[in-house]
């Protein structure tokens, strides 16, 4: 069925380096994107969000790219910090279902000194 | 004020209690949305509200029972729960239907 999906559910990443968490998507209708980062214990947090008719957006520290051609997804984050460690959930809106989000499985970053 | 609240952090019931979870914004925001989380899982949407009224609800139970009674409030009546449904309630809202979510802390909710 239609899913938003993550290709690695765990992610190492040294503390200082710059971190890629992966999104795959399988509707080509889908024409909204977010990124959420969950801390343990809290609730999920907006990082940034893109739309279709853009491929790439920036925010501080953080890159959404987006590749419509294959449906893929992706969050870089710079020069990652501990404070970053926790877990990545891409979501997707469909125009057919507004105010639906569906979240993928989520990608769990743990960054290492 | 940028965030949603959400009352009470914790909660234990039985399977007779009756409950409210509580959840609150003040950024002008008219929809808002409860969310389940199991552990180690994504949120899954369960309503949705727009402009206080009911627009989504995902099939859910009727031992759960929304209620927005103004635009900056929603609450989340629990009644006859299972033990299956323990789980971290979430609240959400957005400017409106559609826009970034906004996420409570959630109320981590154990029923035995």
């Known amino acids: 069925g239609e899913s938003v999906g993550l290709h690695l559910p765990t992610l190492s990443v040294q503390e200082g380096d710059n971190s890629i968490i992966n999104c795959a998507y399988s509707?080509?209708?889908?024409?909204?994107f977010i990124w959420y980062k969950q801390e343990s214990g809290k609730g999920p947090q907006f990082i940034i969000d893109i739309r279709s008719n853009m491929d790439k957006r920036q925010g501080q520290r953080v890159t959404v790219l987006l590749n419509k051609t294959v449906k893929h997804l992706s969050l870089q984050i710079a020069a990652t910090q501990p404070g970053d460690s926790a877990v990545y959930f891409c979501?997707?809106?469909?125009?057919?279902?507004?105010?639906?989000?569906?979240f993928g499985a989520g990608t769990q970053v743990v960054v290492t000194p | 004020d940028t965030e949603v609240t959400q009352t009470p952090k914790h909660l234990v019931m039985g399977m007779t209690n009756k409950k409210s979870l509580k959840c609150e914004q003040h950024?002008?925001?008219?929809?808002m949305y409860w969310y389940k989380q199991k552990a180690k899982k994504p949120p899954e949407l369960m309503f949705v509200y727009s402009y206080e009224k009911l627009s989504i609800n995902e099939s859910v139970p009727s031992r759960f029972s929304p209620e927005c009674p103004n635009s900056s409030l929603l609450n989340l009546h629990l009644h006859a729960l299972q033990p299956e449904d323990s789980a971290l309630y979430l609240c959400?809202?957005?400017?409106?239907?559609?826009?970034?979510?906004?996420f409570g802390p959630g109320t981590r909710l154990t029923v035995t």
């Open positions: 959400a809202s957005s400017q409106v239907v559609g826009d970034e979510q906004y």
């Open positions: 509707n080509s209708a889908s024409d909204y």
């Open positions: 979501a997707e809106n469909k125009p057919d279902s507004w105010g639906k989000l569906q």
């Open positions: 950024m002008g925001h008219r929809a």
